[in-house]
């Protein structure tokens, strides 16, 4: 929308609290001891940046609308020169103005110049300047009247931020104090329209601050010929509309022959073409075949397949990377070896990445498919807007795909704001790895952009997490699981944990230990599924747990920050690696009631056989009353400055 007037366009200071002004703004001018009511000049008058960031245009900072958070100017961070210059359109004597900057209740700008441009070049408007505001409603009164035909506002806020205007008001009189001040149409916001759709109705308004609304016409000013009905009302009828970008005019003219006008455009798009849009896009497993690879279940031919590896656990998946986001309507899913053989999955689900996490697109869970059903259909409930799709497959020992169709367009726009994945509370996932207790911070989904560090803990060789049918986790899991029971260590971390589960399906007796390779898969596959910050990665155990995450940093030392092993009960010193320790942050705990001698020698050992200096391994802490039990390893992860300490350190320091 566009607004133009043909000589003045100003509404009186007592209208605007009915344009949208809050309690107290524009009150009447009488109270500053002036003799008549002042205008506020640059109401929907032309305004001009040298710089904006869209949608947030120069126009809106004088639209009179400051309710609305979207209706501001914005010039984007790191632009050196940020300027917001207004035609008056005429020449006032101005007197104070009105200035509403920031985001909802925050972000003022602190540092601004007002200058005004009588035809002889910029000045500073006296007393209107500030090097310190904190408000985000400034009204100031000049030292002394000015005369102008622009005003010009001047951020000078740090770079790196934004500056965020709602509303600069002016208020002043008609130099001279004789000229019929032009009336102010409104032809409504910008509209668009998908074909078939080829008709809108569009409303518009007009005010005189000075006289009276003579007459409105609309009249079409470009674009594709439109048929036109209504054209001398406020709200006028188009009809006829053809893909292109048509504007249309509302001309409004006063009792006086003085006229104001606005333009609106009306974008008409083709409907798009929906297709099969994971074709030949990058995809990946979690587990496959040698010979039947994943990019086979995306090269629109039904004689090649993905399939997965022999695994004894269920929810495998199988991601399509879109490479950018889409809108999705459904997909189609070719299963088995071939379409007569009875290998079909009978249970499976999509999801779609969030931005934080996967969650389940509602209309595509199956369960109970037919072993013969080699061919389904998935209608979506709604549009999907994403850049990642994922196939779980719930069934074991194999998952099979010949093809998989993904039908949408592309270009879509993603989603903003928050995330809605589980966060604050402990959850299962289900993999192909291990399935897990996970934790998200309670402010994950606050944004789409931060990165968090990753706990990954193991419990000992005969304990657990989950339940045995891993659909809940135990009430009383063994290790760092444990303490999310407490509501205040829920609150106070701020970590992703990954608390694996090393117990088949339906037992939880009997020993388990945690196997290296695995664990680095679980690492990766952790990557996929959140928001991990790479430079911060860290694994614990206990126990065996304990032995399992110095076994990691013998071998992996490059992809881990750190390591905590509490209740060691393996003997690292006899490793000939030992010494590749040395520049690891550990922090190994033990009780006194234990053996603490397996974590202390360790601690000696770096110091004084790996070469010169102290290693990195902080003294072990040794638990007076505690044993090869809860007692220590409880205790160890309910120290809030365990993790104080912990996600301090970066792999990339000792890099």
Not at 38 to 54: E, F, G, H, I, M
Not at 144 to 173: H, I, M, Y
Not at 393 to 403: G, I, N, S, T, V
């Amino acid at each position: 929308m566009q607004r133009f007037q043909s000589l003045l366009g100003a509404l009186a200071t007592f209208a605007l609290i009915g344009c949208g002004a809050p309690e107290g703004a524009g009150f009447a001018e009488q109270r500053a001891g002036l003799d008549a009511p002042l205008l506020n000049v640059t109401l929907n008058k032309p305004a001009t940046a040298t710089s904006s960031q869209s949608p947030f245009q120069p126009s809106y900072a004088v639209d009179g609308n400051i309710t609305d958070d979207a209706s501001r100017w914005c010039p984007g961070i790191y632009t050196p020169t940020r300027q917001l210059d207004i035609d008056l359109q005429g020449t006032f004597d101005l007197v104070r103005m009105e200035l509403y900057t920031g985001f909802r209740d925050t972000k003022p700008i602190q540092h601004y110049e007002i200058a005004y441009d009588d035809g002889t070049g910029w000045k500073l408007i006296p007393g209107a300047s500030q090097t310190a505001n904190a408000s985000i409603a400034v009204s100031t009164t000049f030292t002394q009247t000015v005369t102008a035909k622009k005003v010009r506002l001047t951020c000078l806020d740090p770079l790196a931020d934004n500056c965020r205007v709602k509303e600069l008001w002016v208020f002043g009189s008609p130099h001279g104090g004789t000229a019929n001040l032009a009336p102010v149409a409104s032809a409504g916001p910008d509209a668009a329209l998908t074909l078939p759709a080829n008709s809108l109705g569009l409303s518009g308004s007009a005010t005189d601050a000075d006289g009276t609304v003579a007459s409105l016409a609309w009249t079409q000013v470009d674009g594709p010929t439109a048929t036109l009905s209504g054209a001398n009302t406020a709200t006028l009828s188009v009809s006829g509309l053809v893909a292109g970008v048509s504007t249309f005019r509302l001309t409004a003219t006063d009792n006086q022959g003085a006229t104001g006008f606005d333009d609106v455009r009306v974008t008409v798009t083709a409907p798009a073409v929906v297709t099969n849009v994971a074709l030949n896009k990058p995809v990946s497993a979690g587990s496959s075949s040698t010979t039947y690879v994943p990019a086979f279940a995306v090269d629109g031919s039904l004689t090649t397949r993905w399939e997965s590896s022999y695994s004894f656990l269920t929810h495998n998946y199988f991601d399509v990377d879109l490479q950018g986001p889409h809108e999705l309507q459904g997909a189609e899913l070719q299963l088995s070896t071939t379409a007569t053989a009875a290998a079909a999955m009978t249970a499976f689900e999509l999801q779609a990445w969030d931005g934080g996490c996967w969650k389940t697109i509602p209309g595509t869970v199956v369960d109970g498919n037919p072993l013969t059903t080699t061919f389904r259909t998935l209608s979506f409930t709604s549009p999907v807007i994403t850049t990642k799709v994922r196939l779980v497959c719930k069934d074991a020992p194999y998952c099979r795909l010949r093809e998989f169709k993904l039908m949408g367009t592309p270009n879509a726009v993603l989603p903003t704001g928050p995330t809605t994945c589980a966060a604050g509370q402990q959850t299962v996932a289900r993999g192909p790895r291990y399935d897990a207790a996970v934790f998200l911070p309670e402010a994950y989904n606050d944004d789409r952009t931060t990165r968090w560090p990753l706990i990954i803990s193991l419990h000992g060789i005969g304990g657990s997490t989950l339940t045995v049918d891993h659909t809940a986790v135990l009430a009383n899991p063994e290790g760092l699981a444990k303490q999310f029971n407490s509501a205040s260590f829920r609150a106070a971390m701020q970590a992703i944990v990954i608390s694996p589960n090393q117990r088949a399906p339906v037992t939880n007796s009997g020993n388990g230990w945690f196997n290296v390779n695995t664990l680095l898969a679980l690492l990766e596959d952790t990557k996929k599924n959140y928001r991990v910050d790479a430079d911060r990665v860290y694994f614990t155990g206990l126990s065996g747990g304990a032995n399992t995450s110095i076994d990691l940093a013998l071998l992996h030392r490059d992809k881990l920050a750190a390591i905590v092993p509490i209740a060691l009960t393996s003997t690292p010193t006899n490793s000939p690696n030992v010494c590749d320790l040395k520049p690891l942050p550990i922090w190994a705990f033990h009780g006194a009631l234990d053996t603490p001698s397996r974590s202390t020698s360790i601690k000696v050992w770096l110091d004084t056989k790996c070469g010169a200096g102290v290693s990195a391994m902080r003294p072990v802490t040794v638990y007076p009353n505690g044993g090869h039990n809860g007692a220590t390893w409880d205790t160890a992860y309910a120290d809030l400055s365990l993790y104080t300490w912990l996600l301090q350190q970066r792999l990339s320091d000792r890099q």
